[in-house]
């Protein structure tokens, strides 16, 4: 019997998994199982960053394409997936949910929604990844509605509308699974909506709290918006956010308070606009909250992914929260209190004479926009975008991937109209300028570089540090690995498309992959025949 | 049949509508806020009275690529596709249609004629010129330069005869010079085709094509604003090069 059962064993498919299951406690501690990717940024602290070292300095030059996986749509693939025993959960844009053998790109299943054809979107018909909790896949669809799929058939389990797409609102971003609540934000900065993040019961898709990210009449900070501005502020959290399982908090960032690039007619700070929120996860009331651009004029949101960071700065144990924001300034806060620590520019910056010692920005004149263009760096890209920075414990560097890069910023109307754009101007290209991008690796707790690898064009993608030493990144179509110590190259690999999203990584069958979307594709990448 | 009413109602309610978005305003606070945008937006180009420069000359009634309002105002939202035109998304509606109205009032400005004989230009351009041993017409002539098919619908006068006479005075941003020396000391002068932060593609001066690693390359030499075309001002006479602009200007797109 005993050699019956060894059989039995032997005649399993290798791929064979354990019965679907991911409670929060696994991505509470994902760090105990690092060949799997369970959330969005890896782990909870959004630094990015894995603890899996089989593909090292000494062995990247070796890696090789393993499988690549077509999509078969024109939108941009910005999908960041979730790698969980075997199984990748993706995206595809603008309508597919899908699962995917993690080592040979096989599909399992594939869900699609049927979208309007009158959706409200900025920026493309985009999506960048999913949540997974329990035995199911949450998706947020552009359409605006919170849909959850099981795991195991991609079948709808419930869906439940978010807000209505037909005034601005839509969903662009990963979902985050956190205890039995899945946390979601919306895009519409540039539809002239009121802002929100919202908590719903995994299991049956009510809605447990929404924040408004502008206060209403008569509460605290309405005040910092002219007349009825705020019904219209925008204040969108588009971006994944961070999450803290000691203290049971969200943080989460905003974008841009609409109209981008009107202010004339939403005078005031414009809260909580392009701010950093620390929210209690069980009811979404708020901890704190820090402003890095106030009334920002140049549609520089701070809905980036922040990284949440233990470590030593100056002599003194802290527990940081921190980020390299779209104004140009890179930031280090006290998570605890949202307290300024420090803060310096990590690109060109025109717009400020610095930070104050509360870390509000210094505002220069003459750098709103006008009608006729005014110049000022950075571009309405930013220093950097939504796109993955990342954070390695190892080396204590943060890296982000900057872009050089100028604008002339444009003010024009700004009419509210319902479900149409409400931008106030917008931004124009500097002739006279060549922009171009890098990999910068910053100390942490101060943001002074430490090294660079120059890029020859700004990026539009993400990072991604591992404990092998390594930083993964993307510039136009290439995609490449950097010593995370010293910055050099140690591989690239020229993908024919243009990437525009995060890399991950994971392991299946004891093999260690590295995937990122680029193109109409993913490609995934694992070492050669010589046993990497 | 029972349709034909609705439709034709729905007919007439879209070409209202249509005709509404696409009026341009004639009140002249739009006008000066169309004129301050323009400035802004399109004077790089266009140049600042609309007489061109890089782009054509807007001090015409009919625009090529514009032959009615809604036309133009969907030339100022979306670009022209495969040009150096962009659009505007960053304006309103609203601001597309003040822009287009202050385009409209420039055609009213009477527009410097363009002296000389297309002719005698056409006859220089393949003769004493030797224009065609770079620059292709329809098909025709070198790969070196730019196309000049339809020049005409893209450049002004003043733009094409400073061209001739300093092609260096503003070489467009797509062309890049480079030159390369590569480690064993080889040296490549060309027109930049692609180059991303690991290599770098050009086409040197004979037609040849190249393409270098960077960790191959010992100097990098990107010579913005050089041209490889020769000043021909000593070349032609003033009434040689009236002629030849003449010819140029008239090089149209087929309709």
């Known amino acids: 019997m005993k050699n019956l059962a060894l059989l039995l064993a032997l005649a399993l498919p290798l791929t064979e998994q354990r019965p679907f299951d991911v409670p929060y406690e696994r991505i509470r501690d994902a760090d105990k199982e690092p060949g799997n990717w369970l959330t969005y940024s890896g782990s909870y602290n959004g630094q990015r960053y894995s603890l899996l070292d089989q593909i090292n300095t000494s062995n990247a030059h070796r890696l090789r394409v393993a499988w690549v996986h077509q999509v078969h749509e024109t939108d941009t693939v910005e999908t960041s997936p979730v790698a969980v025993d075997g199984i990748l959960y993706i995206t595809e844009p603008p309508d597919k949910v899908m699962a995917l053998d993690a080592r040979t790109g096989r599909s399992y299943w594939t869900y699609r929604r049927e979208l309007p054809k009158d959706l409200r979107l900025c920026c493309g018909r985009v999506n960048r990844g999913v949540a997974v909790l329990g035995d199911a896949v949450y998706y947020a669809s552009l359409d605006a509605y919170l849909i959850a799929l099981d795991a195991r058939t991609g079948r709808l389990r419930w869906q439940t509308r978010i807000a209505d797409y037909k005034v601005g609102h839509s969903s662009t971003g990963a979902p985050l699974a956190v205890k039995d609540k899945i946390i979601t934000g919306v895009a519409g900065g540039e539809f002239g909506i009121r802002g929100f993040l919202d908590a719903y019961d995994a299991k049956t898709g009510r809605r447990v709290w929404r924040f408004y990210t502008i206060p209403a009449k008569g509460e605290p900070g309405n005040e910092t918006w002219a007349g009825d501005s705020w019904k219209t502020g925008s204040a969108p959290t588009w971006v994944t956010g961070a999450y803290e399982p000691e203290t049971n908090t ?8 609409g ?12 809260l909580y606009s392009d701010t950093m929120l620390a929210l209690d996860a069980d009811t979404g009331q708020k901890r704190w909250h820090f402003q890095y651009t106030p009334h920002d004029e140049h549609d520089w949101d701070s809905a980036q992914t922040p990284s949440l960071v233990d470590t030593v ?5 802290r527990k940081l929260i921190v980020l390299a924001n779209r104004n140009g300034f890179y930031y280090a806060l006290d998570r605890t209190t949202g307290g300024f620590l420090a803060g310096q520019p990590y690109v060109k910056q025109t717009w400020a004479s610095g930070l104050d010692e509360a870390g509000r920005p210094t505002r220069l004149p003459n750098t709103a926009p006008s009608v006729e263009g005014t110049l000022v760096w950075p571009s309405l890209s930013g220093g950097s975008n939504w796109y993955s920075s990342t954070y390695s414990p190892k080396t204590n560097l943060y890296y982000v991937n900057v872009k050089e890069m100028s604008a002339y910023y444009h003010q024009g109307d700004a009419e509210y109209k319902a479900g149409t754009l409400f931008n106030g101007g917008g931004q124009r290209e500097n002739p006279n300028e060549e922009p171009y991008g890098a990999v910068r690796a910053l100390d942490v707790g101060s943001g002074t570089l430490r090294w660079e690898y120059r890029l020859q064009v700004p990026s539009h993608a993400g990072l991604m540090s591992t404990a092998g030493g390594l930083v993964f990144g993307s510039n136009g179509s290439s995609f490449f690995a950097l010593d995370a110590e010293k910055g050099g190259l140690l591989w690239r690999f020229e993908t ?10 994971y392991m299946a069958e004891g093999k260690q992959y590295v995937l990122i979307a680029a193109g109409h594709a993913l490609f995934v990448f694992s070492g050669d025949s010589s046993g990497l | 049949m029972r349709l034909l009413p609705l439709l034709l109602f729905c007919f007439a309610v879209w070409a209202g509508e249509s005709k509404e978005k696409t009026k341009l305003p004639s009140r002249r606070s739009d006008l000066e806020r169309g004129e301050k945008l323009y400035q802004g937006h399109c004077a790089l180009c266009h140049g600042t009275r ?17 032959s009615d309002d809604a036309a133009l105002v969907k030339v100022i939202e979306e670009g022209i596709n495969g040009t150096e035109m962009p659009g505007a998304s960053q304006m309103s509606p609203r601001e597309h249609r003040q822009v287009a109205a202050y385009v409209r009032s420039l055609s009213r400005v009477p527009a410097t004629p363009v002296p000389g004989d297309p002719k005698r230009g056409e006859q220089l351009y393949l003769g004493k010129g030797e224009c065609a041993g770079c620059h292709a017409i329809n098909g025709k002539g070198g790969t070196l330069g730019p196309e000049l098919s339809d020049v005409g619908d893209r450049r002004s006068s003043a733009y094409l005869r400073a061209s001739i006479t300093d092609p260096e ?9 480079v030159r390369v020396v590569a480690k064993s000391g080889r040296t490549i002068t060309g027109e930049r085709l692609n180059e991303d932060s690991f290599s770098i593609q050009l086409r040197d001066y004979s037609g040849n094509l190249h393409s270098f690693l960077k960790q191959d390359l010992a100097e990098i030499h990107r010579d913005r604003g050089k041209s490889p075309m020769p000043s021909y001002k000593d070349k032609f006479t003033g009434t040689e090069l009236d002629d030849l602009i003449a010819y140029l200007v008239s090089l149209r797109e087929a309709k």
């Open chain 1, 250 to 257: 969200v943080y989460w960032g905003t974008g841009n308070p």
């Open chain 1, 259 to 270: 109209p981008d690039w009107n202010g004339d007619v939403r005078q005031g700070d414009n």
């Open chain 1, 313 to 317: 700065v100056g002599g003194q144990p």
């Open chain 1, 496 to 505: 024919g498309g243009g990437i525009v999203a995060n890399p991950i990584t």
């Open chain 2, 50 to 66: 609309g007489d061109g420069g890089r782009g054509p000359s807007l001090l015409r009634r009919r625009l090529t690529r514009a």
């Open chain 2, 169 to 177: 005075a503003d070489v467009p941003r797509s062309f890049l010079q």
